[in-house]
């Protein structure tokens, strides 16, 4: 009864903190409520920050596919094949153009005349044709009739027409007026006479759907496009497409009010304007009903002649997509905090009704206490023993080091690892067992933990025994570890986990990706490096048809025209280099081969002051491959020897037979190659040498062509001088063919 006065004195006091709380805990949901009205807010301001950015970049990919057209759709105004309707060359330049737009859309080119009569045109499967039709009252006609719109373009609204394959379709014309003013042999001296219009029948809906439908915002987020008259271009909801924005939501969901989004296409999308918003959409990926959406939307300005032209893209997503996860971690908090509250009541109300009982409990539990302490003390011993055994049990390294860095303790795998004793291992500094390759950043680290007391992870290399290995090392502070010292001695207690065999799989990862990344960009780079070599191959065309046969103008435009043909081969190249097709049957004549590279190098071997030596049979056989490629691996090695020889040297070529193998070695006295580098000299976007002078493709290119046909490229370097001479030797070993 002594205690009493203490206890109602202890009672009074825990319901002043019981009502504490409570209030705490009621503020701190009202606050909590703000806070996630608060983040909603700002995470779907961020989130459709980024819609915009993905809506932007969207259009201004779609202006530059529309600047690609009309580039591809003046420079074919210019051919004099064109010009004249020449019968035998103007469908093979039509067929050239075709070619170069058919992945933007284009699926049908026309020429009509200049009286609007006539119609010479060539579609998607390269069928020509022509036709007598009155296209002079059509309106893309009338404006290019016009002078003042000599080399313009004229756009046309959107329409529904038929595409490829009788398919109905958004059609779109491109049209430019067409004047006689190239020369060729035919007509030396141009007329400047209007000879018709020229037009593209673009499949719209096409070119929208390649820009829009890979889009994806969030996880379930997607984009649409319209025109600048409202009709959709490009939807996911396939029934859309080419209705109009204002009645096709409404016709498909009478009970959902589409205003806001119809401001939003009025006021800002239909003007050119870009930017954000939220509204109620009726439909999201098969699910319909009230569905409210976060929307970031661009202009894409067409630019013609004729109007001003342009297309709006949207991106948009569930806003329930973004704001969901914060307003279940909200509910869970709320949650805990009222679950909490209710206990304390509880608690609250126990006290009150049990007072006497607790009381008498309490004084019950002190004696049990008191007379299990040496049961207590038996358990943490046994408690003990059991945390030691989990400790030397596992596979990780667990030490303690002093400020020294000296090993003060250590468990059972630091053994296993290192073959090294406990007891002789123990007061070693730490670099006489495991030398760290950044020995200087551990002792810093280690200072860092004595002083700062925060806790550390770090992956570090090192040499255990003569083997490399990769820890991932926790370093935490502790107290109390040194007996013979004062209890507030600080020591460094650190777990290292061997993640050896993850970095070697996350290496392989890495080049996997690379040659995944490789696969992308070679489908890029196909598409932009197509344009231009279409463009240089229809103007060698031109040239040859006004050069004579046997001069050397002649020669060199031919030239010109195979090494054209040949950049278009090694733009496809680049994908066949993903996949490694399999060995084909095509045989080469490596003579002719390897002379027709040494024509085309030999003016730059001359500026880069190189001497050539070359000994190459006239009669070595056939080898698998096709020749083009085989061309271009022969070329590839040389400009690296080239690159090799700044300062000028020696390049020696030589080809003979062995058994049933051409090896042709490639000798330069350039630097070498460096013996860090050589294993990795063909790997894709390896390069030593400046930004900008290269891109690593060149050998690893050359090596999937050569792997292909059955061949090897074995490569020796001389780095250090013999004879006073330097270089590297790749030597190329082909199969030959059985004929």
């Known amino acids: 009864m002594e205690k009493r006065p203490e206890y109602l004195h202890m009672k009074r006091t825990v319901r002043v903190v019981v009502a504490v709380i409570v209030v705490l805990l009621a503020a701190g949901i009202v606050l909590g409520a703000l806070y996630v009205r608060e983040m909603k807010r700002m995470i779907s301001t961020d989130f459709n920050a980024q819609q915009l950015a993905i809506a932007r970049h969207a259009s201004i990919i779609l202006e530059k596919n529309f600047k690609i057209l009309k580039n591809e759709l003046l420079t074919l105004a210019l051919s004099p094949s064109i010009q004249y309707v020449e019968t035998v060359s103007w469908p093979n330049r039509i067929k050239i153009s075709l070619a170069s737009v058919r992945d933007y859309g284009v699926f049908r080119i026309m020429f009509i005349s200049a009286d609007g009569s006539h119609a010479y045109a060539i579609d998607y499967n390269n069928a020509v044709y022509s036709e007598s039709v009155d296209y002079a009252k059509s309106d893309f006609f009338q404006w290019c009739k016009e002078t003042s719109n000599r080399n313009r373009i004229y756009a046309s609204s959107i329409f529904k027409g038929i595409v490829e394959d009788s398919e109905p379709g958004l059609v779109m014309h491109l049209a430019t007026c067409i004047y006689q003013i190239s020369p060729d042999e035919a007509h030396p001296v141009p007329t400047q006479k209007f000879s018709g219009v020229l037009v593209f029948f673009l499949n719209a809906g096409e070119l929208a759907g390649q820009i829009a439908s890979p889009i994806r915002s969030g996880e379930t987020g997607y984009a649409w496009v319209i ?114 509250t209710i206990a304390v009541l509880v608690i609250l109300l126990f006290l009150r009704h049990n007072e006497l009982i607790w009381i008498k409990a309490l004084e019950k539990e002190v004696e049990e206490k008191t007379r299990d302490l040496s049961e207590y003390a038996r358990r943490l011993q046994n408690s003990e023993k059991k945390y030691r055994t989990l400790v030397e049990s596992a596979d990780d390294l667990i030490f303690v080091l002093d400020q020294n860095c000296k090993i003060l303790a250590m468990n059972q795998s630091w053994s296993r690892m290192t073959g090294q004793k406990i007891d002789d291992t123990i007061g070693k500094h730490i670099s006489d067992v495991i030398r760290f390759a950044d020995e200087k950043g551990i002792r810093k680290t280690i200072e860092t933990i004595l002083s700062e007391g925060q806790a550390a992870s770090i992956e570090q290399e090192a040499v255990v025994k003569e083997s490399k290995y990769w820890f991932d090392i926790r370093y935490s502070r502790i107290f109390g570890f040194e007996e013979d010292k004062e209890p507030g001695t600080p020591n460094v207690l650190i777990i290292a986990r061997d993640i050896t065999e993850h970095k070697r799989l996350e290496s392989r990862l890495f080049n996997t990706q690379k040659l995944a990344s490789l696969g992308e960009l070679s489908a890029g780079v196909a598409h932009e490096i197509n344009n231009p070599i279409a463009i240089i191959l229809g103007f060698t065309e031109m040239l040859l048809e006004k050069a004579s046969p046997g001069t050397r103008e002649y020669d060199i435009l031919q030239a010109i025209e195979r090494q054209g043909e040949n950049c278009k081969r090694i733009v496809e190249n680049l994908l066949a280099f993903a996949r490694v097709p399999k060995q084909g049957t095509i045989m080469t004549d490596v003579t002719s081969g390897l002379r027709r590279v040494i024509d085309v190098v030999k003016n730059t071997l001359l500026t880069e002051k190189i001497d050539l030596k070359s000994d190459i049979p006239d009669d070595l056989p056939q080898v698998y491959g096709d020749s083009q490629e085989i061309e271009q691996v022969f070329l590839n090695i040389i400009n690296n020897a080239i690159a090799a020889m700044k300062d000028g040297g020696v390049l020696g070529i030589s080809a003979a037979r062995d058994h049933d193998n051409i090896h042709i070695a490639f000798e330069d006295t350039g630097p070498g190659i460096a013996p860090e580098h050589i294993d990795k000299i063909f790997e894709p976007f390896f390069t030593t040498k400046e930004v900008g002078e290269g891109t690593g493709l060149g050998l690893s290119v050359s090596y999937a062509i050569v792997k292909k046909i059955g061949g090897d490229i074995l490569v020796k370097s001389r780095t250090l001088p013999v004879d006073g001479v330097t270089g590297a030797v790749f030597t190329l070993v082909l199969p030959v063919a059985k004929t």
């Open 227 to 340: 025109d600048q008259h409202g009709n959709f271009i490009y939807h996911q909801e396939k029934s859309f497409v080419g209705q109009n924005a204002f009645e096709a939501r409404h016709l498909k969901n009478p009970h959902i009010s589409f205003d806001k989004i119809n401001i939003i296409q009025k006021e800002k999308m239909l003007q050119g304007k870009e930017g954000t918003s939220q509204y109620t959409s009726g439909w999201h990926r098969g699910k319909e009903g009230s569905i409210e959406k976060l929307i970031a939307f661009a202009p894409a300005n067409i630019g013609a002649g004729n109007t001003d032209f342009f297309w709006s893209l949207a991106v948009v997503a569930p806003v329930s997509e973004v704001q969901d996860a914060i307003q279940m971690v909200y509910f869970r908090q709320a949650g805990i905090q009222i679950a909490f």
